[in-house]
């Protein structure tokens, strides 16, 4: 089932909107996403590119919600498309067998859709919702790294996953190392000796010398 999460998170990947860019502008582009799967990806016309679009920005909205920690909106936006985009789970073991030649039976989505859009969103939604509830809404995060801002599922060991690439993991620890770099420079360095400012003023701003002791 993982496998079919990741057809949520291609699809939401498509588009980075605080760069302005969106690469989800033609059919081809469309049936890019549907992978190995190109029986699905043939039924494919121009207008499921906005269609495509549509679905993009609810599942969107799931992983927004759960990043934000609203696992109960993430929920609800995820049963919403459930409902509306269905699947009947079957075993299969087609394209898959052992080295006896018996099929490697497992568990496959069978959509029944009246286009392309319809197959994919199921799948997607099918898959996002079996990694919510096995691994928890807190699975479904953001990319921190600033602007991007791209879906990712966190399959780490301890919950610790912040970016959606290395890449981007990357770029904000030399952000961050240079955002240090720049405090410590700009910090004035302690001398240990009182602070000039401190000794008294004439109204001309000149500072007034004090009397020596007898």
Not at 1 to 8: F, G, I, L, R, V
Not at 99 to 106: Q, V, Y
Not at 165 to 191: F, G, H
Not at 201 to 208: I, L
Request: charge should be neutral; aromatic fraction near 8%.
């Amino acid at each position: 089932m993982a496998y079919y999460s990741d057809y949520a998170v291609r699809l939401v990947n498509t588009e980075e909107p605080a760069r302005g860019k969106d690469t989800l502008t033609s059919v081809e582009a469309v049936r890019d996403l549907f992978g190995a799967n190109q029986s699905a990806a043939r039924r494919t016309t121009d207008a499921d590119v906005t269609r495509f679009r549509s679905v993009r920005a609810r599942l969107r909205s799931v992983f927004e919600a759960a990043d934000g920690g609203d696992e109960t909106l993430a929920v609800d936006l995820l049963n919403s498309l459930l409902l509306e985009f269905p699947v009947s789970p079957q075993i299969s073991g087609h394209d898959f067998r052992d080295d006896d030649g018996r099929p490697l039976w497992h568990m496959h989505l069978a959509d029944h859709p009246s286009n392309a859009t319809a197959g994919y969103a199921a799948t997607a939604a099918m898959g996002l919702a079996f990694h919510l509830t096995e691994y928890g809404v807190d699975r479904l995060g953001l990319c921190e790294a600033s602007p991007c801002r791209n879906a990712y599922l966190d399959t780490s060991t301890n919950r610790s996953r912040r970016y959606c690439s290395d890449r981007c993991a990357t770029r904000a620890n030399v952000a961050a190392y240079r955002a240090r770099k720049r405090l410590e420079a700009d910090r004035p360095e302690s001398t240990g000796r009182a602070d000039d400012s401190a000794q008294p003023t004439t109204a001309s701003g000149e500072r007034r010398s004090e009397p020596r002791g007898r």
